[in-house]
Structure formats: structure tokens, C-alpha cells
């Protein structure tokens, strides 16, 4: 059976969807791929669907959060968003559950520390 993404559940994960349909299918097939290949030793196929959802709405939540931004300053306070936050499913709420789902640890192998904030 082929793992898939539930686009009705994925949208009550993130309260909405791109507004273009090819980027929900690109974000479902980047998870669906990703599942697919590393974590090939879960024989669970409700489990991978499972994962695969919260990985689109990790996707989508991301572009939601911050598109392209690089750096931001509001007052005193300030960050910076960088392409290695893709790969790091704690930026999100959904990668967290994606990688607390996957018993194999696969997910958490090539995730980063969380940014460090500095309040001045």
C-alpha cells in the first residue's frame, strides 16, 4: 500500500492550505517522498500516512510562518531564518509530532539544535 497524504487532515492541522493547488501537491509529495525512502523499516501503513500528514503541514507551515524572510528585527528583539530550518523538523509544531510518531528516530538523525534568541 502507498503511503498518502490526507488533505482534509492536513488542513485542520494548519487551519488552511496554500492557495495554489500545486504547492500543497508538491509539499504532499516532498513528505510522501521522504517517508517513502527513510523510513522504510515501519510496516505500519496508518502510522506512515500519519506522519506523512504532519510532514506537508510542517511544509506548509514553514511557508506560512516566514516566507524568504532572512533576517527580521521588531525592537530590540531580532532573528534569522535560514534554508537549514527546512531540514529541522523542531521549527515547527507539526515536524515535532512527525518526528515524536517515526519509533525509528529517523526524523530526529538531521534535525539542528533550535535557534538561540538573545534578549538584550
Given at each position: 500500500m502507498a503511503t498518502t497524504v490526507d488533505e482534509a487532515r492536513v488542513r485542520a492541522l494548519v487551519g488552511s492550505l496554500?492557495?495554489?493547488p500545486l504547492t500543497f501537491h508538491a509539499y504532499s509529495q516532498a513528505a510522501i517522498s521522504i517517508v517513502d525512502a527513510r523510513l522504510i523499516d515501519i510496516s505500519d501503513q496508518t502510522l506512515k500516512n500519519m506522519i506523512a500528514d504532519h510532514m506537508a503541514a510542517h511544509f506548509i507551515e514553514l511557508e506560512?510562518?516566514?516566507p524568504g524572510l532572512v533576517s527580521k528585527r521588531i525592537g530590540d528583539a531580532s532573528?534569522?531564518?535560514s534554508a537549514n530550518a527546512v531540514k529541522d523538523m523542531r521549527t515547527t509544531r507539526n515536524g515535532r509530532i512527525a518526528m515524536e510518531l517515526d519509533p525509528t528516530g529517523t526524523l530526529?538523525?538531521?534535525s539542528?539544535?533550535?535557534p538561540q534568541f538573545r534578549v538584550l
Amino acid at each position: 500500500m502507498a503511503t498518502t497524504v490526507d488533505e482534509a487532515r492536513v488542513r485542520a492541522l494548519v487551519g488552511s492550505l496554500p492557495t495554489e493547488p500545486l504547492t500543497f501537491h508538491a509539499y504532499s509529495q516532498a513528505a510522501i517522498s521522504i517517508v517513502d525512502a527513510r523510513l522504510i523499516d515501519i510496516s505500519d501503513q496508518t502510522l506512515k500516512n500519519m506522519i506523512a500528514d504532519h510532514m506537508a503541514a510542517h511544509f506548509i507551515e514553514l511557508e506560512s510562518v516566514a516566507p524568504g524572510l532572512v533576517s527580521k528585527r521588531i525592537g530590540d528583539a531580532s532573528w534569522t531564518w535560514s534554508a537549514n530550518a527546512v531540514k529541522d523538523m523542531r521549527t515547527t509544531r507539526n515536524g515535532r509530532i512527525a518526528m515524536e510518531l517515526d519509533p525509528t528516530g529517523t526524523l530526529s538523525e538531521g534535525s539542528k539544535p533550535y535557534p538561540q534568541f538573545r534578549v538584550l
